[in-house]
């Protein structure tokens, strides 16, 4: 690491292992960075996390060796875990941090354990409507939970659960389409469909927009399509082959201008990236990833569907006609797309990383009474509460 001024207040965020865990944790560093915090990003070793603090300014990015529990092998799970909680450990005690923050995912798990020892105040943020395990795990031993959907907290056994919404970058502010289209190499004036999987694609959305190509005729359509590696070659193939107008990339760091230059998007539901079509106010067309850890995808995708911010198709459900069909009303009623702008309003939480930030240098300056009640703070302006 990189000496910083000692008079700087430092603060390690974990958040590496997806796109979902380690963006809204570069949105929560950059506020802690104004704030005038040393701030150490804490990253795994896949190539998403590497590629995506690429343009990370003024932070220590450290990679921990990846602890996700895969295929039921324990034995190399317990080996990487503490091969992390023993780097971490190294690296805190020759600069102590004053807060750890675990965005969640087992590669947040260590630095917040070893950030304990050290005398650290601990936080984590849950995104997700179902806390993941790490989180679950995480939450009696952490000073305060913040929680992205209010229902969360009580799913978490902390003292401190604080609703805070879930960060988004600074950059995912409403832009003019047409220049977005302009820099992505697409026409400016065609109505765009953006397909996005998450940070690393979604074989089964790709397998599902790839049904409907051969039923699309002359729509007068354009296509923005992020494939993850896999299967980037087959999905440029299949538009080539049916010659229709797109942009296919395996995966894009610029999400804000992907997202701006769409007309509608075709998406998994994971909570980050909710936050960001809540963001930029973007018709979307979920389609939950069904094997997600308790379904939680399922559930994120139906709180916003139920409040009418979004139209779902799940995966098993899923046919080329009824695809085509709700394409074919987002992409082309207007009505229904401002409705569902406007539903969305509600659900972009705009000062959630500024919020996330000022509590952890509050918690720094000043030590916070321990109260048994678990009650949820709200903050203000947060993401709406569903009923």
Sequence with gaps: MTSSSSQQPFVAIACGGTGGHLFPGLAVAAQLRHRGCAVAVMISPKEVDQQAVHSARDLEIITLPAVALQNRNYLAFGRSFLRSWHKARQIFRAHPPQAVLA????????????????????FLHESNTIPGRANRLLAPWVDTAFVGFPEAASSLKNRHPVVSGTPVRAEFQPRDPAQCRLQLGLDPHRPTILVMGGSQGAGG????????????GQRNWQWLHLTGATDFESVRAAYAKYALPAVVKPFLAEMELAMGAATVAVSRSGASSLAEIAALRLPSLLVPYPTAA??????????????GAAQMLEQKLATPEKCLTLLQD??????????????????????????IAEDIMQAIARPVAQSPVATPRVAAETCKAVV
């Design 294 to 307: 308790d379904n939680h995808q399922l559930v994120n995708a139906l709180a916003l569907v139920c409040s």
């Design 103 to 122: 965005m969640g995912g087992f590669t947040s798990v260590p630095p917040v354990l070893a950030g304990k020892q050290c005398g650290a105040k601990t």
């Design 330 to 355: 987002l992409v082309e009623n207007e009505q229904t797309r401002a409705g569902l702008r406007a539903a969305l309003v509600p659900w972009h939480a705009p000062r959630a990383a500024e919020l």
């Design 205 to 216: 959305i790709n397998r599902l927009i790839l049904s409907v190509l051969p039923s699309l």
